[in-house]
Structures are given as structure tokens and as C-alpha cells.
């Protein structure tokens, strides 16, 4: 054998033991589970005594059930709005905070990501704190206004507000990091760049649908899947503020799995929720590789 075959050689056997520990845990921590959750949706188990198999029975079980077809719903409508309401105010703010720099601007960076910090119990308490229809913020400054209609609602207790107020906290909470990330973005883009589009007249939000739109396009589309991927897996907002209530009104499918692992103690239905929630995660994320490879070969 050459020099130079056993030097590659004892390269990539010092490259293969680097890289054992990180296969091993990722086997361990992540392909195990995801393997040993597929093999438990098919199963009957409480987590007490042997599991038997029972087909499909679990899937059967939760498509036929109003609470998770409720819990599906509200997560692929959780995820719209998301798209529709967080993601374009991110882009606003970034840009504006990009485009008015002065002292103000650089201390809201900090204030816009203090919330994405923040533990979840802090924020649903925050939120139960301002939409309590009794003691909250916002029913005792309505009464100080004498806007007694809006002291009425009750925005946590009603089923048909439920939903937007533990959207509107989550808008708060989790448009922070979107702004941080297209703030680094847009500050990449060279200065020359910018100059040129001002010297054509293409300055301000001119600049922005013009300029920066396209040439953010690809983080948008991250920030895009990342956020349809986060409303799949929702849980501890809505339960910290509501616990899926009142009745329905705001059962993500976390919420579902976990009542259904930890309180009915129904185990095969919890993993057939949690497969669920992988395979959509799943296709959604090929999806969007998919459309930014189409993307770069059409450029």
C-alpha cells in the first residue's frame, strides 16, 4: 500500500471516530424515538403492560374524532395567519428599524427580541394578565373609558376570541426572532446597491419592493416553513393561557397528544398524533427545498 493510500486511509478512519459520538447520539436521541413513535401508533398501549398491535386502529380513531380534526384545523389556521399577519409584520419592522437608524431604532432591537426570550409561562401569564375580562388591563382600561361593550368580552372564556388572543400574544412572543434574522439579512445587502437604487429613485419602500424583497426572498421562504413547522408543533402558549379551551376553541395538535398520552393514557393514540405531526412537518420542508431548487435552476 502507498503513502499516500494509507495517509487517506488514516484520514478518514480519524474522521469516522470524530464523527461517532454525534452518529450515536443523534441515533440514540432522535432516530430511535422517531422509529420507537411509529412502531407505538400501531400499537394499544397505556404504558402499563404489553402493547398489542392493532393496525391502523389509532389513525381510524383520530380522524374520526372531532377534537383532532379541531386540532388540525386550528393549526393549519394557526399557520395562515402566521404567514399573513407575523411574517409580513416582521418585514416591516426590520425594514423600517433598517431604514430610520438612530438611537430609538438600535434600543428597539433589543425591546423586539425581549419578548422571544422570555419563558412561555411569563408570556401566558402576561396574556392572561391583559385579556382577563376581569381583572385584566385591558377590561379595566375600557372601564376607565366607559367602554363597557368592550369590558364585556371575554376574550379567554369565549370561544370565538379564544383563538385571536392567544394569537395575538404569539405575535408578540414569536415575531421577534423573524425580525433579528431579516434585520442580519438586509444588512448584507452592499451599500452600493442601495445608493444605485436612490440615484435611480428607487429610494425608501420604493427600495424595499424593488430591492430587498427579492433579494430576501430565499430567508422569507425559511422563515416561511419555519413558521408552518411551529404551528404543527404548537403546545405551551395555548395551554399555559387556555389548556385547549373553552371546549375546543384552541386544541393544537400538541395539546391533543399530550391529552391524550398524559391523561387519557392512551399511548398509541399519542404516537399516531405525533406521526402526524412529523409527516406534515416533513412534507412541508421538502416542499419548500423543493421550490428553492426549482428556484435556483430557473435562475
Known amino acids: 500500500m502507498s503513502e499516500i493510500a494509507r495517509t487517506a486511509r488514516g484520514r478518514a478512519v480519524f474522521i469516522s471516530l470524530m464523527l461517532l459520538p454525534a452518529v450515536a447520539a443523534l441515533g440514540v436521541f432522535m432516530y ?3 422509529e420507537e413513535t411509529f412502531r407505538l401508533s400501531f400499537m ?14 389509532n389513525y381510524q380513531f383520530l380522524f374520526g374524532n372531532d377534537e383532532f380534526r379541531a386540532g388540525l384545523a386550528h393549526v393549519f389556521l394557526w399557520a395562515f ?16 428599524l433598517i431604514l430610520y437608524r438612530n438611537r430609538i431604532t438600535k ?12 419563558p412561555s409561562t411569563i408570556t401566558a401569564m402576561l396574556g392572561i394578565f391583559v385579556f ?4 385584566g388591563v385591558l377590561a379595566a382600561l375600557a372601564r376607565k373609558i366607559s367602554w363597557t361593550w368592550l369590558a364585556k368580552l371575554d376574550f379567554i372564556g369565549d370561544p370565538t376570541l379564544a383563538f385571536w388572543a392567544v394569537f395575538f400574544v404569539a405575535t408578540w412572543m414569536y415575531t421577534g426572532f423573524p425580525i433579528i434574522y431579516l434585520m442580519a439579512r438586509m444588512e448584507q445587502i452592499p451599500l452600493e446597491i442601495r445608493e444605485a437604487a436612490e440615484l435611480d429613485g428607487a429610494g425608501g419602500w420604493r427600495y424595499a419592493r424593488a430591492i430587498v424583497l427579492p433579494m430576501i426572498s430565499y430567508p422569507l421562504r425559511i422563515l416561511a416553513v419555519l413558521m408552518i413547522v411551529g404551528s404543527l408543533k ?18 393544537t395538535l ?11 393514557w392512551q399511548y398509541g393514540s399519542a404516537a399516531a398524533v405525533g406521526v402526524v405531526i412529523f409527516l406534515l412537518s ?18
Not at 395567519?81 to 423600517?96: G, K
Not at 416533513?282 to 435562475?299: D, H, M, N, P, Y
Open 32 to 34: 430511535y424515538p422517531i
Open 44 to 57: 394499544r398501549s397505556s404504558g402499563l403492560g404489553d402493547a398489542a398491535f392493532n393496525g391502523l386502529a
Open 81 to 96: 395567519w402566521s404567514l399573513v399577519i407575523q411574517l409580513p409584520l416582521a418585514f416591516f419592522v426590520s425594514y423600517s
Open 107 to 118: 434600543s428597539l432591537r433589543a425591546v423586539y427580541y425581549l419578548a422571544n426570550i422570555l
Open 132 to 135: 382577563s375580562n376581569t381583572n
Open 234 to 251: 404548537l403546545f405551551d402558549l395555548p395551554y399555559l393561557m387556555t389548556k385547549g379551551g373553552p371546549g375546543d376553541a384552541t386544541k
Open 254 to 264: 400538541g395539546i391533543i397528544l399530550y391529552n391524550q398520552g398524559f391523561v387519557n
Open 282 to 299: 416533513l412534507v412541508f420542508t421538502i416542499a419548500q427545498f423543493s421550490w428553492q431548487r426549482k428556484g435556483g435552476e430557473a435562475e
